[in-house]
């Protein structure tokens, strides 16, 4: 089944994620409606689609409830909210702001949502379980977070608060809601501060990456066009509302060796090493970082045969290409 003729809205679709969804959304032959206020996303990401009769874009705030409503006045028969402040130095810089914005957002696009009784598909984060060290981690593994004080967790609240919101909505008004959990999402698009972007942008411009920290941390990175399969097949199923996955990969690698990965694939491994830099230099005081983080992925695939198909070095290689021919068109 795909989303042939159905009317979609996406937030935050002119976004890294959005944009590739919104992608596939358009071949799948959806009418798409992209609401984004260009903070982050860019117009470019949608080149391809700004003259097709399939794509409507809209460039608003989701925190401007009148206009959230205006534009959910026409029918959508799903609604991929995926507007969010994103990147651990944008809410370490600006807390209050990602509170703002991914709650209150995601309230104002609930509440219009429940009045057209639409489904929405939310984008949560991987960030929830905070430092739960118990890993893999499940998706009812608890949540560690560090004090209300350290602006690092004010994002993982925000999102959870939501999380709660939708579920309250759905178990009170049965408003249709699937809730995913993407695990260190790259690939062609992604900007700095994210780390893999910022390692091969640095790379791809002769300069060796910067590791914050030890670089003994280690996550597990998942390629976007895996997550984007994963985020459609939850919006196809209708057996599965108001539940939540983890969407991620079980590869687990350092940040070491990642960047020396990257070097190696980049073609750089006779000319950069690493450069280390304290957490504290870089993001101040009002920081904790992650020892490691790997998903138990066992749920979506059990539900909907999704598994992340797509090699770390398979991606890595798609992003090095896509930011060397951003380097050779300037």
């Known amino acids: 089944m795909t989303f042939r003729g159905k009317q979609v809205l996406v937030t935050g679709g002119a976004g890294f994620i959005g944009s590739h969804l919104v992608d596939k959304l358009i071949g799948q032959g959806s009418d798409v409606t992209v609401f984004d206020d260009l903070s982050v996303g860019a117009l470019e990401n949608l080149h391809s ?30 609604v991929f909210h995926l507007a969010a402040v994103v990147g651990v130095e944008r809410y370490c810089e600006d807390p209050l702001r990602t509170i703002d914005v991914n709650f209150f957002g995601t309230r104002n696009i609930a509440e219009a949502a429940l009045k057209s009784d639409t489904k929405i598909i939310f ?68 900007l700095p501060p994210l780390v893999i972007p910022s390692f091969v942008k640095r790379l791809v411009h002769g300069e060796p990456p910067i590791i914050y920290g030890s670089g ?32 991620g990969s079980n590869h687990e690698i350092t940040m070491r060796d990642l960047a020396d990965l990257i070097i190696d694939l980049a073609g750089q491994s006779n000319n950069l090493r690493p450069i280390f830099v304290p957490y504290t230099q870089h993001y101040g005081k009002s920081y904790e970082d992650i020892n490691r983080r790997v998903s138990d992925v066992s749920k979506i695939r059990n539900h909907l045969g999704w598994e992340a198909k797509t090699s770390l070095k398979e991606g890595l290689l798609k992003t090095i290409e896509y930011w060397r021919r951003k380097a050779n068109s300037r």
């Not at 949560?124 to 998706?139: A, W």
């Not at 003994?216 to 599965?240: H, K, L, W």
Request: aromatic residues 10%; glycine residues 4%; proline residues 5%.
């Open 123 to 190: 984008m949560s984060t991987s960030e929830v379980y905070g430092k739960n060290s118990e890993l893999p981690l499940h998706e009812d593994s608890d949540r560690v977070l560090g004090a209300p004080n350290i602006a690092r967790w004010s994002y993982s609240s925000s999102k959870a608060l939501c999380e709660h919101l939708l579920f309250a909505l759905n178990q009170k008004y049965d408003l249709p809601v699937v809730i995913l959990r993407p695990f260190n999402v790259y690939g062609p698009r992604q």
């Open 216 to 247: 003994s941390q280690t996550r597990a990175f998942t390629y976007v066009e895996d997550v984007v399969d994963g985020i459609i097949e939850a919006a196809i199923d209708p057996s599965i509302e108001s539940r939540v996955f983890n969407v």
């Open 49 to 78: 689609h700004l003259s097709s009769s399939r794509m409507r874009f809209v460039k608003g705030d989701i925190t401007d409830k009148e206009h959230v409503m205006e534009v959910m006045e026409q029918h959508f028969d799903v």
